[in-house]
């Protein structure tokens, strides 16, 4: 027996037309959106697997009235109905790539030539003149196959980005340290490195190749030259969600370096292998809970979005003891209704995930009982912040959760939510 608790919008998943949808809640406390498009049929895809509390976790969220949602996301850009602010902008700067990872949003490594360096300059304008001072992602294809990249990274805090970061798999960073440099001293202020695991053959299941020492010795460049690491793990289920808590302990023992994990289960658009079964679909709240199990996290250490929808993604903060253990910092769970503006949530993640000019200081003892000047230099230099992004596709798209998004891509002129740009039929 299953129970109606939600009604929002979605799209056809073979013909993206705008479709009612509702969110059904089983006796397991499993939740599925469901979905009839006249043309195509029924559609039915699990969201939520019922391991953490949902009417919990969602707390304060407020549904999709029936009148808003209906264009939604066909022709779309930032419009009234959108009830975000830009946190972070993605703007593409390649579709090249070296490599042709099965799982790729952007579809990377087409050949080509890329965009002119003044195309981009006149994107990133466009940017700061639409959205204010976001945190501004350079992705692609592979963005660091542009020599020109660091002088990218330059014009962008020049005109006006707070911060910049490159979405990257690490192979120049990790071959040309020359190339890092010049990123660095551009002010490029984070690395978000693709890293799926610690093991060479969950690379090879993912991306088609062996990459472990290419992703370390991409970490140890960024650490010489004084850039923070965040971590990317795509995550699939069967290939690396038994990996989860080594990662962490590999990002344990390279902080500062270091600085955090943002977790990406695996959503199915741009190049994807196969059309997904229900049991493949890794939801966020197993991911939550396999974290807890393999890494020894309490479940209340999981906070959702306060920027995004809830179903969005989660946040934690840790300092890390000398022993390698995680302390959170809070376990106090606010709700939906105590959003943050994208200003608030981006200084957040800056925070977080840059490195500090300070760093070379003698580390401070760590206790339990500390001063708050004591505790702040651990949250600079020894602590870590595990996030993570639960992408949408054309099964389990939620138009309520892409009403919240402040996850966006500049694509012609058009400020898009990121599960609007990237959605892609996939049957």
Not at 50 to 65: H, I
Not at 123 to 141: A, E, K, W, Y
Not at 253 to 259: C, E, Q, S, T
Not at 324 to 331: N, Y
């Amino acid at each position: 027996m299953s129970t109606t608790i939600r009604r929002t919008r979605s799209v056809c998943p073979a013909c993206l037309k705008n479709i009612p949808a509702v969110l059904q809640r089983d006796d397991s406390g499993r939740i599925d959106l469901e979905k009839t498009c006249p043309e195509h049929g029924f559609f039915s895809v699990p969201i939520w697997q019922g391991v953490v509390d949902f009417d919990r976790w969602t707390q304060g969220s407020v549904p999709l009235s029936p009148e808003r949602g209906l264009l939604c996301p066909a022709d779309c850009g930032l419009c009234p109905e959108h009830e975000n602010g830009s946190c972070c902008v993605l703007l593409e700067v390649t579709a090249r790539c070296n490599l042709h990872c099965k799982f790729c949003f952007a579809d990377g490594g087409r050949f080509g030539t890329d965009p002119d360096l003044d195309e981009m300059k006149s994107g990133i304008r466009d940017i700061v003149r639409q959205c204010g001072s976001p945190l501004l992602q350079l992705s692609g294809g592979e963005p660091t196959l542009r020599d020109d990249l660091p002088e990218l990274v330059r014009f962008a805090k020049e005109a006006g980005c707070s911060y910049v970061q490159v979405n990257t798999n690490g192979i120049r960073l990790a071959e040309d340290h020359l190339y890092a440099k010049e990123l660095a001293d551009a002010g490029l202020d984070i690395v978000f490195l693709q890293f799926d695991g610690t093991r060479d053959e969950i690379y090879h299941a993912l991306r088609g190749k062996a990459l472990l020492q290419t992703k370390l010795d991409a970490i140890h460049t960024c650490a010489e030259v004084r850039v923070g690491v965040t971590l990317v793990p795509t995550v699939v289920k069967g290939v690396n969600d038994k990996d989860l808590g080594e990662i962490v302990s590999f990002a344990c023992d390279y902080l500062p370096a270091v600085r955090g994990i943002h977790f990406q289960p695996a959503s199915y658009f741009g190049r994807i292998p196969y059309i997904p079964k229900s049991d493949d679909r890794y939801t966020l709240d197993r991911l939550m809970s396999d974290l807890s199990e393999q890494a020894g996290i309490s479940l209340d250490s999981f906070m959702p979005s306060r920027c995004d929808h809830p179903l969005c993604g989660f946040h934690s903060s840790f300092l890390i003891t000398p022993r390698g253990r995680l302390k959170p910092v809070s376990s106090i769970r606010h709700t939906a209704s105590s959003n943050c503006s994208a200003k608030d949530n981006r200084e957040y993640v800056a925070r977080h995930w840059r490195r500090y000019p300070d760093e070379g200081e003698p580390r401070a003892e760590f206790e339990e009982e500390m001063d708050f000047d004591t505790f702040l230099y651990h949250m600079k230099h020894h602590s870590l912040t595990l996030s993570a992004m639960a992408f949408q596709d054309a099964m389990n798209l939620n138009i309520e959760r892409l009403h919240r998004c402040s996850l966006h891509v500049y694509d012609k002129g058009k400020i898009k939510p990121f599960c609007a740009k990237y959605l892609t039929p996939i049957l």
